[in-house]
């Protein structure tokens, strides 16, 4: 898909994993796009429609547990932490590090949400390791 | 995308197009869909990644000017207008009547987005004709 619409157009250049991790333009997009993952998901595992928003308090527990913390400011709030992730699994999707399928298959496995986003988290640092 | 991941495999079979536009469960994934669908299009226009929700009066008034208000009951406030926008428009995508990137391209042209969603809804409307 993201190749097709050619997303990346849009896309500045980032410097660093922090400076992906701290957009607030990514972070916004990526709200919007990981409830969509997130709510695709769950219609799966429920066999009906459903729509549904990330607790915050999941994603930033995901960003401790995945090791990205520590590469944000000390005196950073949940609600930071979260945007980081969004900012994070978004600007994956964008790149073609982490295609839209890649993403709803690692979030449809297992039953608890935040180990899901910690994996998802994980897997995207690892692909992008190289490129940033 | 639709076909990669499956997703018809969760809807169930709608006797007509009222019934979807009245199903509450589609509305609610349908609004996530329509806020990424709309917000990745908003992204390409201003060349940078935006997060934006669809407002409500929006939606409305592209189901009255697209003809489908005579399709729900008299009694209906904006929000379930809103609701019936959002159900259709997932409906649609999830039945491969109307792809993503075809939702992307039509809500990317023109730079008001009343006469976007009107003419997506006519569209979809059009493309279902046949099947409900």
Same mark, same amino acid.
């Given at each position: 898909? /993201?190749?097709k619409?050619?997303?990346?157009? %849009? ?14 333009d990514?972070a ?7 409830? %969509? ?5 769950l219609?799966q ?17 995901a960003v401790?547990?995945s ?18 992730a969004e ?9 073609? /590090?982490?295609?839209f399928e ?5 979030l449809g ?6 180990d /899901?986003?910690?994996q998802?988290l ?11």
């Amino acid at each position: 898909m /993201a190749a097709k619409i050619k997303v990346s157009r %849009f896309l500045k250049r980032y410097e660093s994993l922090q400076e992906v991790l701290l957009d607030k333009d990514l972070a916004g997009l990526g709200d919007i796009y990981v409830n %969509f993952v997130h709510s695709l998901a769950l219609s799966q595992k429920l066999q009906r429609p459903k729509g549904a928003k990330v607790n915050n308090r999941i994603l930033a527990e995901a960003v401790k547990r995945s090791g990205l913390r520590k590469m944000l400011p000390r005196r950073i709030d949940r609600h930071a932490q979260g945007n980081a992730a969004e900012a994070l699994i978004v600007y994956a999707w964008i790149q073609e /590090a982490m295609s839209f399928e890649d993403c709803l298959k690692i979030l449809g496995e297992g039953d608890d949400p935040t180990d /899901a986003f910690t994996q998802l988290l994980q897997e995207i640092e690892k692909r992008l390791g190289a490129t940033l």
